[in-house]
């Protein structure tokens, strides 16, 4: 499994979500839904940290790395991301492959590909 690492760039960081993020995420996910017709965004504080948990559970059992995206100018939430669909190819060669299982030590394992989803970002960003 991935270790959460911050992923920083000039317009946007990618921080690991964690709690901490809640308020953020209820006030980036408040703004102008529009746009928000093909991903789940949480709509206010409960339904926030209900997000944030669940894609803790799925980080716990291998499933996801989330993140937060966050602007580094000020440090506002605009969103999330996450990485998912962890496939590990190294190792013996299985059929049908299977999709986050990877070979040897999990804490140790590093995926080869992943899948970027889960994706939403504020109005306020885009």
């Known amino acids: 499994m991935p270790v959460p690492v911050v992923l920083a760039g000039r317009t946007v960081r990618l921080e690991p979500l964690a709690m901490r993020h809640a308020e953020g995420i209820a006030w980036a996910g408040a ?3 529009a ?3 093909y991903t789940a965004v949480p709509h206010g504080l409960d339904a ?4 944030i948990a669940r894609a803790l559970a799925d980080q716990a059992a291998g499933r996801a790395l ?5 602007n580094p100018r000020n440090g506002r ?15 013996p060669l299985v059929w049908p ?3 986050g299982t ?3 030590d999990p804490l140790t394992a590093v995926p080869d590909a992943v899948e970027i989803g889960n994706t939403w970002i504020s109005t306020e960003a885009r």
């Open 66 to 70: 989330p993140f937060a995206l966050v």
């Open 35 to 37: 746009a928000y017709a």
């Open 31 to 33: 703004l102008d839904r």
């Open 48 to 51: 926030s940290c209900d997000y």
């Open 102 to 104: 990877p070979h040897g």
């Open 77 to 91: 939430v605009l969103g999330s991301t996450r990485f998912l669909e962890l496939d590990y190819w190294r190792g």
């Open 97 to 99: 492959p299977t999709t």
